[in-house]
């Protein structure tokens, strides 16, 4: 069985002699949340506008739920739902209003999807009230809950985290979790806030430039930056000023931190650090590992941004 709800073959986009983006070629699968990250000016809008028909192909093929957007370009659009940021909302206008207002476009809506969707959104006890009154993360789960109405396979969005508090951005999290396992939704989100990303996305496809540096899950791209021989560790001591020189001296690169002193530096070394501390009377009282890559790690070290 296919399960692919989003292909783009080969996908070029070009305004007069400048190339903006160039064979990006990806796949999403059905239930999936797929992150699309990129340093400013990588491409990442421009994609996303020809994938929603607001740009125009220059060369390749964008495929939703198995419809060309060049060929079948209302048959493609019908399987998508997109928020871009904040979502456009009438504030003078209850959510239940906006959310009929919205459902005239899409004959197939009926009041009975309009309700299962507020109940999804989780907002049955403020449905009725005007959106002026909404707090931001509830005007992001009524845009949520406009995008879904249609019962699209695809849904966009282009930074939805903008501007919530972190229980916000907790709450959305969960929304689209719950949406991708429980409806077979499929997301592609684009975010600047890596570490949401690396707790919210299944895939991640890197953008550099224009082209597509990498994609994959976020455990593999999170190993592939590990370093088998290196060891970064924080020793907890009784006199950390003094394991510091100590271990400075021997050439070894440490500083002091919060918890303790925090050594880089060949796992091989580690059993000399120890006995070097011990043996001029230095109390350890516990070493934690602090090896552990992030995704904004690995998305530095694969664009270039650390530089």
């Not at 783009?8 to 160039?22: A, N, P, W």
């Not at 998508?80 to 239940?96: A, F, H, R, T």
């Not at 593999?220 to 020793?235: Q, R």
Request: hydrophobic share 40%; charged share 25%.
């Amino acid at each position: 069985m296919n399960d692919v709800v989003l292909k783009t073959e080969g996908l070029k986009k070009v305004i007069g002699k400048r190339t903006i983006v160039s064979d990006i070629s990806l796949e999403l699968h059905k239930g999936e949340i797929f992150g699309f990250l990129g340093p400013n000016g990588a491409g990442k809008s421009t994609t996303i506008k020809m994938i929603v028909g607001l740009s125009k192909i220059t060369e390749g093929n964008i495929y939703i739920s198995g419809h060309s957007v060049k060929t079948e370009f209302k048959k493609a659009m019908r399987n998508v739902g997109c928020i871009v940021e904040n979502p456009d909302l009438y504030k003078y206008m209850s959510g239940l209003d906006n959310l009929r207002m919205f459902a005239k476009m899409y004959p197939s809506v009926t009041e009975q999807r309009i309700n299962e969707v507020v109940k999804i959104v989780d907002l049955e006890k403020a449905i009725k009230n005007k959106v002026k009154t909404y707090s931001l993360g509830m005007k992001q789960r009524l845009g949520i809950a406009q995008a879904i109405l249609h019962s699209p396979d695809l849904m966009i969005l282009d930074e939805p985290t903008n501007g919530l508090d972190p229980a916000g951005i907790h709450d959305m999290r969960e929304l689209l979790r719950k949406l991708c396992s429980e409806t077979g939704l499929t997301v592609l989100v684009s975010s600047h806030i890596l570490s949401e990303m690396q707790l919210m996305c299944d895939r991640v496809g890197i953008i550099n430039k224009g082209k597509i540096v990498t994609v994959k899950t976020i455990d593999e791209l999170i190993n592939m930056t590990n370093d088998d021989d290196k060891a970064v560790m924080v020793i907890k001591t009784d006199n950390n000023k003094k394991a510091e020189e100590i271990i400075k001296a021997k050439a070894i690169k440490c500083i002091s931190v919060a918890e303790g002193v925090q050594v880089e530096t060949s796992k091989e070394n580690v059993p000399a650090i120890v006995a070097d501390l011990t043996a001029q009377g230095i109390a350890i009282f516990g070493m934690d590992n602090k090896d552990t890559h992030t995704l904004e790690d690995v998305f530095m070290k694969l664009t270039g941004e650390g530089k």
